[in-house]
Structure formats: C-alpha cells, structure tokens
C-alpha cells in the first residue's frame, strides 16, 4: 500500500510539553495547520515517567515523613497495614492516564492534527511516519520542530546493567524493593533516594565523588549529603560498579560488585533492584537527522540557538533534545515563544526565551531551591571582591517539637554583585522550598538588591522570612 501524503504548515516531531506546547500555540492561536507526531504516550517525560508521577510519588514519601513526626506533637499514630504500594502505583497510574487523554483533546480543541507513530527526516522538508499498524505517511512541511526530548542511560561497560533500571522503570515497579541501589549523583537519584527511604526502602546511592548535586552551590552539596546521611541512607562516596549479576540461589535478587571509599579493594551487595541513574541522552537514534542536514554535538543534541533555529533555515528544536536547561517548564516557555514568532506575526519577530535565571527545585528530602549563579560561578565571573554572600543556617519551627538529633535543617544563600548588591544567586534547602522560591525567582529576574529583600516586612513566623532579615 502507497504511504498517504499530507501537507501542512507545521510539523512537530514529539508529543511532550515543549512540542505540544508550539503546536497548539502554532494552530490554536495563529490558525497554522499543525501536525504533531508521538510514538508513545502523549506528554512525553515530564508526564509519564518524569516530574508528575515522581511528585505524587514524593508526596507518598512526605507522607510517611509526617506519620513519622507526629510522635513528637503527642499524636500517636498506629497503622494497622503496612503502606500499600501496589494499590498507590495502580491509583498513579490511572492519574497519569487522564492526564494522556486531556492532552489529546487539548490538541483536538486547537485543531492539531495528532497521529501516533515513529517518524524520520526524508529530507528538510519532509518526514515519513510509521504508523501503529505499519502503515506511512509522508508529510510534507513548511517548517519542521523537533522536540523529540529524551531517554536515560544504562551503562555500556557494566556486565549485567540491562538487569537494573533506569527512571522509566521505577515508575513501573508493582513492589517497594527491600534493599535498592541507586547509581548517580544528579537530582533523579537524589530525588529517588529520598522517595524509596521514607518509602521503607534501605536505600545506597553510588557516587563518584564526595558530594552529590555537584552542579547546584556547595552549601547546598555539603548540607543535602550530611542530611541524608543523618536520615540513614547509605552513602558509597568515590564508588565505581564492575559488575550486576542475578542470585541464582534468591530469585528476583542481584549481586552488584563495587568498590567505594570504604572498600577500595572491592565489595559485593545482595540487591533487589538497582536504579541506573547515569544521565539522560537525546532520543535522535532513528531520526534521520543527517538527511534532512541537522547539525549536532559530541553528545548527539541537536544544536540550537537562543531563537531554536537549528543549522537548517526551517527546521528548529527545543526542549532536551537540544541539552540546554532539562526542564519542561523552559521547554513550554520555548515551545509557546517559537510559536509566536514564527506564525504571531511582525510583534513576535524577536519573541525567545531568556534562559537566564531560570529557577529550578530539587524534590529532595528536604526540598532544594535554586536560580542563578552558584557562589563559585560568582566569583569567577565577578571576582571575590565584587561580590558579598549572606547565608543564615537555622532549624524552622516546625521541628521545634522534635528531639534535637530528628531536626533536619533549613539553610539559604543570598549571592550580590557590586555595590548596590544585585543579587545574583539564590539557594534555598528545607521545607517549603519548591513553593518559596516561585516568588522570590520573579524579583531575582526583576533585577532585585539586597535592599529589597531588607526593606519587605518579614511574614512571621515563617522560614521564608529568613530571606528578608539577613545580615
């Protein structure tokens, strides 16, 4: 059978939030025709295996932390089952499907034609689709997106590491593993550590050096790994993986060998689940990109400037596919800027996203804020004499009740530059900080002093009033 032929305005290559996002921009409100194509479940990473399910997932875990902490306010809680994690995973589950539907009719209610298959370049302006049933379609494009994000790693060097899992399968685990393993040292582990912890998990998370979050401001490394030691995960510093090999004699259980700082000579743990948690790369395998003549790095991101223009005049990227700021609020603000320039008209001929200041959260135990330059990054560009750093340490109210080794802590930092103390960075670790910084990121981009901050009354008692009172 001949592949079907269409023609259209836009081509969307990727159904995640930052593809969806220029589609339905481009067609719902510029009135282009609009084509989007997604091979899996619509709404890409941040939905289905990403930012959703791991906050519901989180908030499980923030859960258990307060049945914990009850005791100390004279609450005595009893439970009389242990948590039941295959009826939460089923009930998750059934959340991240509605939310696959609202996508779909979101795009039918902009007028994005949707179809559901794998798609490759034919050359700049055209691409064909393989459909579900192993029928074509060859669609031909004025202008082409690609937002086809991307997949997380496994190790190619580790015998055995097909018998772990990466971030998608955690999401598909029916049982909480007894003892779990956690490879890496970015925010997926870190978050995921927490999460099986409080869960009920004994959890080990494996990373290369001593530190974890080792591109977030060294107050926020130092006090994050303090803390999660204190809470009882276990953590294997300057650790590296040989091997990953079933237990022929405990079914469903698996023998990592490793070295760390304790065991330089080598060491072997009995595991029921190892999470890879090794970095993500660009899912571009089958793309087809170097017919269509689509530059991209050493790592396989498609390059892309500012304005996501890729080296071909009408095809553009965004999102992590391209490797520049991996978070699907940047790839939503993208999405809905690229279509506004390039269907909204002459208003719209500079429309881009600043990716400066963008602000950023760590769904750690506790949370971890972000947004602007570390202190390092600071006195690189400024110079130590330029700049001034305020910092406060403090435990927040709500642990007052509790017995002082049961006291996580609250730590922020306040980054200025010059004379007049623009700040230039801010870092935020405890309760609350995921919903504080929401704030405080709009003055940051505003271009706020330090004498802002000092001349807003503190709302009181609160954590977040350490902010405007420090000295």
Known sequence: MAPISKECDFLVIGGGSGGLACARRASGQWGAKTIAVESARLGGTCVNVGCVPKKITWNAAAIAE??????AYGFHVKETA?????????????????????????????KVEYLHGRAHFLDKNSAEVVMDDGTKEIIRAKKILIATGGHANIPKNIPGAELGITSDGFFDLETLPKRVALVGAGYIAVEMAGMFHHLGSETHLFIRHDTFLRAFDPMIQETIVTEYERQGIHIHRNSTQSKLEKDPANPGWMKLHYTDKASPDGATMDLDCVLWAIGRAPEVE?????????????????????????S????????????????????????????????????????????????????????????????????????????????????????????????????????????????????????????????????????????????????????????????
Do not use: W
């Open 66 to 71: 307060t049945l914990h902490e009850a005791t």
């Open 82 to 110: 242990p948590f039941d994690f295959k009826t939460f995973k089923h009930k998750r589950d059934d959340y991240i499907k509605r939310l696959n539907g609202i996508y779909e009719r979101n795009l039918h209610n902009d």
């Open 286 to 310: 089958d793309l087809g990109l170097d017919k269509a003549g689509v530059a991209q790095n050493e790592k396989g991101h498609v390059i892309a400037d500012d304005y996501q223009n890729t």
């Open 312 to 471: 071909v005049e009408n095809i553009y990227s965004l999102g992590d596919v391209c490797g520049k700021v991996e978070l699907t609020p940047v790839a939503i603000a993208a999405g809905r800027a690229l279509g506004n320039r390039l269907f909204g008209g002459p208003e719209f001929k500079n429309a881009k996203l600043d990716y400066t200041n963008i602000p950023s959260v760590v769904f750690a135990h506790p949370e971890v804020g972000s947004i602007g330059m570390t202190e390092p990054e600071a006195v690189e560009k400024f110079g130590k004499e330029n700049i001034k750093v305020y910092k406060t340490n403090f435990t927040a109210m709500y642990y007052a009740m509790m017995e002082p080794k049961d006291k996580p802590p609250t730590s922020y930092k306040v980054i200025c530059q010059g004379e007049d103390e623009r700040i230039v960075g801010m870092h935020i670790l405890g309760s609350g900080s995921s919903e504080m910084l929401q704030g405080f990121g709009v003055a940051v981009r505003m271009g706020a002093r330090k004498r802002d901050l000092d001349n807003c009354v503190a709302i009181h008692p609160t954590s977040a009033e350490e902010l405007v009172t420090l000295k």
